[in-house]
Nanobody, 116 residues
Framework: QVQLVESGGGLVQAGGSLRLSCTAS????????MGWYRQAPGKQRELVAS???????NYADSVKGRFTISGDNAKNTVYLQMNSLKPEDTAVYYC??????????WGQGTQVTVSS
């Protein structure tokens, strides 16, 4: 089944940008969506953005207009371009593959820290 490897996290000042990548490998069944959840201290896990194999996208209200998710089906890779980052974006970002918001497989997580 699918294995996910993600990268691109780091430390950035408010207003800066980061680009996350997530690559899927292995055999994938009954999976048409990839995206990211994030988990911040003191907060519940939040679905940040997702994209289907047909290119339909979904964003949390808190990131609309700042984040852009895109995919390359041939490379089995999705990207999350994060602009105008805010301290409240600080979290561990977990790539996932599944169906809609339902998770079949998690990536290992990557830390995003935005300083004031």
């Amino acid at each position: 089944q699918v294995q996910l490897v993600e990268s691109g996290g780091g430390l950035v000042q408010a207003g800066g940008s980061l680009r996350l990548s997530c690559t899927a490998s292995g055999t994938i069944f009954a999976t048409n969506t990839m995206g990211w959840y994030r988990q911040a201290p003191g907060k519940q896990r939040e679905l940040v953005a997702s994209i289907t194999s047909r290119g339909s996208t979904n964003y949390a209200d808190s990131v609309k207009g700042r984040f852009t998710i895109s995919g390359d089906n041939a490379k089995n890779t999705v990207y999350l371009q994060m602009n105008s980052l805010k301290p409240e974006d600080t979290a561990v970002y977990y790539c996932y593959a599944g169906v809609g918001a339902i998770v079949n497989r998690w990536g290992q997580g990557t830390q995003v820290t935005v300083s004031s």
